[in-house]
């Protein structure tokens, strides 16, 4: 099996990506990441949208499986096979950002306890990192920025790599606000 | 100015960095760089190999800057202009490994105090985060797994991205040999 990272967004398929598209026979993913690489998919490939994923360990070798983003990044790289990395959220939200992602943290808290991805941040910035956080609909801005120093910086990158993206940046003296269900949160960076 | 990352190996640049090559009239690079994407570069096009790095700030408008990997990871993000992901260093050693990086914390060795750097490593260790270390020739891993708890993992990543690139694994305990002064370090990492 072939687990090939596609970007989070338009045109972040890598050359190697589409080699491996060029050559597949049966191809898995999410409706969005079929979407996203439909160009590069070969007429005669059978193509399926992912509903049991629970199966995908059990398909053939010869499978490809598209994954969002990079595949070791919340992503299906937990699956057996070779890993094709992908553009991730994280590498779209510091592009937009213009700022470095040399000394970043990953912080998940998606379907996490928020308060523990809360102190983790805190823990990270404070030890000298900038903080990608993945985030999920109830995750709130508003408790994480009450637990920073007044001059953190903090974005919250909506919607990344779909044309209606947005960013929108503060402090932590005075948060974001977050207008979709879509979100990724980076903290304590520093605009080049 | 656009500076386009082109990854940190053959065959990683996107179909964007692709779109961006094809319309460039002058190109700046590394040696490295320009040969990763040399298949790309339209006839037409000047390409100049950067021999002065500060001067790189003046470059016209439409010039496009190549950086390995991630312009934004240890690269040439901090020119001013539009950055092009790209594949990073760091994503192609966790793809080697099979492991996520969803709780990465990236810590930067390199030209920096070393000391320093093996107690971040320690500190975001402690704290849950596997650890992406870029190191210099002269960081010793020895030092740095003497100062973890012996379960640790720990994996040498030479070369990544040329034909003889090696990955060494190991723990604290029994830490892996650098045989390369090209090299990163990834600790407390979990395979899948």
Redo the contacts between chains.
Sequence with gaps: MKIVGV?CG???????G??VLAKAKVIYGSGRSIDLVRAFIPAEAEVFEITDYKALRTLPDDAVVLSTG?????GL??LPGE??????SM??A??RL???????????AHGKNHQDAVY?VV??IA???SVFL?ADPDFSVEELARSLPESVTIAVCEDLGYPYERIAEGTAKNPPKVLSKLFCIVAGYNE?
Tied chains: 1, 2.
Aim: hydrophobic content about 40%; aromatic content about 6%; glycine content about 10%.
């Design positions: 970007g338009e045109g972040m398929l890598t050359e190697e589409e080699r990079d595949p070791l990044m919340a790289g937990y890993i094709i990395s992908g553009i991730s590498q779209a510091f592009a213009h700022a470095p992602w040399t000394n970043v943290a990953v912080v998940n983790r823990h990270d030890a000298g990192h993945i080049q």
